[in-house]
């Protein structure tokens, strides 16, 4: 598989290339499936932070196609970790549909960093789906081992099978998740976050917000909170996940 010119750029950037073992593969629901994998040097030479995510690199008729992928369960020491597919058409859900033990892969790591804003957040606030849950799931064990512990979350996940609202989100204490699912592409969740989001529960200054759903729905509630709450954007971390 030649690379593509993104792949240039990358490099040009200090991205780092690996290869991946497959090890196994585990059904999370009808809808996810989770392929754990040998990382080939890849944690113990890039490290590890909450929210991590890497770039796979798919063979498509030939050319190159990379994705974003979220590493989970991470174990440096062994040198493993997992990740969690959609099974929607494409390449990357057909090669992780077939994917057998002992294959391998390409991945890239460039881009990804993540840390709380200081001092830390008076609350937290959560925006996502099910392709966001694992690095949602890793901001909330982070949450757990450092001083914004003590800061609930909201959260808001939009779903579009019954079978996601059985991903489990490592909550804990008084933390709220409130399923919504997906109406209108996307409206009924932004819609619902900013009507929440007012001025009589969010702390602009004190508060902190992290947003990773559809591309147009990440825009629109960034924006929300911008221009109608005046949340300065060092104490926003948002990415669209995926575009409709």
């Not at 929210?51 to 498509?60: C, K, S």
């Not at 033990?101 to 996502?128: D, M």
Request: glycine share 6%.
């Amino acid at each position: 598989m030649k690379r593509n010119w993104e792949s240039v750029v990358l490099k040009v950037m200090g991205a780092k290339d690996f290869t991946l073992e497959v090890t196994g593969r585990e059904e999370i629901t009808p809808d996810f499936l989770r392929i754990h994998v040998r990382d080939g040097g890849l944690l113990e030479r890039s490290g590890l932070h909450p929210t991590m995510w890497i770039r796979l690199w798919f063979d498509d008729s030939g050319k190159a196609h990379q994705r974003a992928y979220t590493v989970v369960n991470a174990d440096p020491a062994a040198g493993t970790f997992s990740m969690d597919f959609a099974m929607h058409q494409g390449v990357a859900a057909d090669w992780a549909w077939s994917a057998q033990a002992g294959e391998t892969i390409e991945a890239t790591v460039q881009g990804s960093s993540f840390a709380f804003p200081q001092p830390s957040p008076r609350r937290i606030w959560v925006v996502g789906d099910p392709a966001s849950i694992p690095a949602i799931n890793s901001l909330l064990d982070e949450r757990e081992r450092c001083a914004a512990g003590t800061a609930p979350v909201t959260a808001w996940l939009e779903y579009r099978h019954d079978a996601d609202t059985s991903l489990q989100v490592r909550t804990s204490g008084s933390d709220v998740v409130t399923w919504i699912p997906r109406k209108r592409d996307g409206a009924a969740l932004v819609e619902e976050v900013c009507r929440a989001l007012d001025t009589d529960v969010v702390s602009a200054s004190e508060d902190f917000f992290w947003i990773a759903c559809e591309a147009s729905s990440t825009r629109a509630i960034i924006k929300h909170l911008r221009k109608e709450l005046g949340v300065d954007k060092h104490r926003i971390d948002a990415l669209g996940y995926w575009r409709a």
